[in-house]
């Protein structure tokens, strides 16, 4: 399966963005989807993850009650709704999928970067 991110860019601290992830290739329905990212000079981290068919899981504690992930399988997308960004939410964003039953990502989207103000 092929991932395309998209819905990143520059917001002031407070503001929200819609991030989405486009599936093509496989069948969407058929994944756990997942949103990761990776600010400057760190290593990626794990933000969400969806099941299926709906059902959050492992929601990174710094973002509980600002982002919210969700899913359309007949549109084959992921999104993550961002509100009350913070200037430490900025790095790139990258939707992962992974085949349940197995707990490594195999399938990456090619980011899309998230920049907040303070």
């Known amino acids: 399966v092929q991932l395309q991110a998209s819905g990143g860019g520059l917001v002031q601290a407070g503001g929200s963005l819609r991030l989405s992830c486009v599936a093509s290739?496989?069948?969407?329905?058929?994944?756990?989807m997942g949103w990761f990212r990776q600010a400057p000079g760190k290593d990626r981290e794990f933000v969400v993850e969806?099941?299926?068919?709906?059902?959050?899981?492992n929601l990174l504690d710094s973002v509980k009650g600002r982002f919210i992930v969700s899913r359309e399988n007949a549109k084959n997308t992921v999104y993550l709704q961002m509100n009350s960004l913070k200037p430490e939410d900025t790095g790139v964003y990258y939707c992962?999928?992974?085949?349940?039953?197995?707990?490594?990502?195999?399938?990456w989207g090619q980011g899309t970067q998230v920049t907040v103000s303070s």
């Open positions: 290739g496989g069948t969407f329905s058929g994944y756990i």
């Open positions: 969806i099941g299926q068919y709906g059902g959050t899981a």
């Open positions: 992962g999928g992974r085949i349940p039953g197995r707990g490594k990502y195999e399938y």
